[in-house]
C-alpha cells in the first residue's frame, strides 16, 4: 500500500526496464523518471472486437503488447506496456473508441465530431515480470473538454499533418492548436502514459523511482496536476494481477 500521497525515492532501478511502445510520446514521458530502459517496439491488431466497451479494449490491447514483448526481451527484467484510446459518447450515452485517423479527411471529421464537448480518454497499462511471471494491470480515465474551435483552425491543423499518428486525431500537448479548454485530470494519461500509475504499479514489484514523479512530471508538462495525490494514496486494489 502506498501510505502516503508522495512516492518514496529510492535507489537507481537495477532491474532491467522494457517499454514495449514504438511510440515517441511514451519514450518522453518514461524518460522523465531517469529510469533506464530499452524499448521493444511491437505490432499487434488493435481492432475493437464487437460491442467491446473502451475499458475493456484498452485493457486487452495493453495486455496483448506486453505479452508479444516476451520473445524479444533478452535479459530478464519489467516489461510495460500501454494502450490508450478516445472514447466518444452518442446523445444516447454509448460509446465510440476512436483511433488513429487513416486520412486527412477522417482526421479533419473526427475533430469536428469532438469539438465543443467533453470526451474520455482511457489508458491501460500493463507489466510483466518476466522472471517471475507476474503481471500487473492499471488503468486511467481522463474527461476532456474540447474548446469550440473553427473549421479553419482544424484545416490549419490537419494540414501539419499531426493528427495522422495521433488517436482522435489530436495532441493535447500541441502549442498552436492547443485542442482542450481545460482540465482536471492526469495529462500525461492523455498524451499517453499515465506516470503516476505506472508508478504505483511498479512500486508494486518492487521498483521505486529515483525522482519525484508528480513533480517532473507537472514541470515537464507545465501542468498543476489537480489528482496526483489521490493516484497516488491509492491502495494495491488499485492495481490488478492479470
Not at 15 to 41: D, G, H, V
Not at 61 to 72: D, E, G, M, P, T
Not at 139 to 152: F, K, Q
Amino acid at each position: 500500500m502506498l501510505e502516503s500521497p508522495d512516492i518514496v525515492l529510492g535507489e537507481p532501478v537495477e532491474i532491467q526496464l522494457y517499454l514495449a511502445s514504438s511510440s515517441p510520446r511514451r519514450k518522453e514521458l518514461l524518460s522523465l523518471l531517469s529510469w533506464e530502459y530499452n524499448q521493444l517496439p511491437v505490432q499487434v491488431d488493435e481492432t475493437p472486437l464487437s460491442g467491446e466497451e473502451g475499458a475493456f479494449y484498452v485493457k486487452r490491447i495493453s495486455s496483448c503488447k506486453v505479452l508479444s514483448a516476451i520473445n524479444r526481451a533478452g535479459v530478464p527484467g519489467v516489461i510495460i506496456a500501454a494502450d490508450t484510446a478516445v472514447i466518444d459518447f452518442d446523445v444516447n450515452g454509448g460509446e465510440r473508441i476512436l483511433g488513429k485517423p487513416p486520412t486527412s479527411a477522417e482526421a479533419a471529421e473526427m475533430l469536428r465530431n469532438l469539438r465543443g464537448h467533453t470526451h474520455q480518454v482511457i489508458t491501460a497499462v500493463s507489466l510483466l515480470n518476466t522472471e517471475s511471471g507476474t503481471m500487473l494491470g492499471d488503468s486511467c480515465t481522463t474527461d476532456v473538454p474540447m474548446r469550440s474551435y473553427r473549421d479553419d483552425e482544424i484545416d490549419d491543423y490537419v494540414a501539419t499533418g499531426d493528427p495522422l499518428d495521433k488517436a482522435g486525431a489530436y495532441a493535447i500537448q500541441n502549442a498552436s492548436f492547443h485542442p482542450v479548454e481545460s482540465l482536471k485530470g492526469c495529462y500525461a494519461n492523455v498524451m499517453g502514459l499515465p506516470l503516476c500509475h505506472l508508478a504505483r504499479s511498479l512500486l508494486r514489484l518492487g521498483i521505486q523511482p529515483g525522482v519525484d514523479v508528480p513533480q517532473v512530471c507537472q514541470a515537464a508538462l507545465k501542468y498543476n496536476c489537480p489528482v496526483y495525490r489521490g493516484i497516488l494514496s491509492a491502495t494495491d486494489r488499485d492495481v490488478q494481477l492479470i
